[in-house]
């Protein structure tokens, strides 16, 4: 089995920035897509970020320019960084993982928990 682990969530005002970090472990291979998404109340899990094992990102229109992915191969780490938080941001935040048990199995999507992201204005 794999886990993935959120932490870095919290409360902050509009206009300050946070750090989010998700640590993937188990019966890991390989990692291809590496990406957060978040959920606020009464709306749909949307994609924040994500990054594949090659650097390639991804940025919804709405975090581009504020957020930054970065990611540790080594570590089977992922980061978000957001800055210039606005209220509009307040969601929970999953990490997600494309995860190779072996080398010959097929990739399966993981989730973390979740870690709450509440911004104030």
């Known amino acids: 089995q794999v886990q993935l682990v959120e932490s870095g969530g919290g409360l902050v005002q509009a206009g300050g920035s946070l750090t989010l970090s998700c640590s993937a472990s188990?019966?890991?291979?390989?990692?291809?897509?590496m990406g957060w998404y978040r959920q606020a109340p009464k709306k749909q899990r949307e994609l924040v970020a994500a990054?594949?094992?090659?650097?390639?990102?991804n940025y919804a229109d709405s975090v581009k320019g504020r957020f930054t992915i970065s990611r540790d191969n080594a570590k089977n780490m992922v980061y978000l960084q957001l800055n210039s938080l606005k209220t509009e941001d307040t969601a929970v935040y999953y990490c997600?993982?494309?995860?190779?048990?072996?080398?010959?199995?097929?990739?399966?999507?993981?989730w973390g928990q979740g870690t709450q992201v509440t911004v104030s204005s």
């Open positions: 990054t594949t094992s090659g650097g390639s990102t």
């Open positions: 188990g019966s890991i291979f390989s990692i291809n897509a």
């Open positions: 997600n993982a494309r995860v190779q048990w072996r080398r010959d199995s097929p990739f399966y999507n993981y």
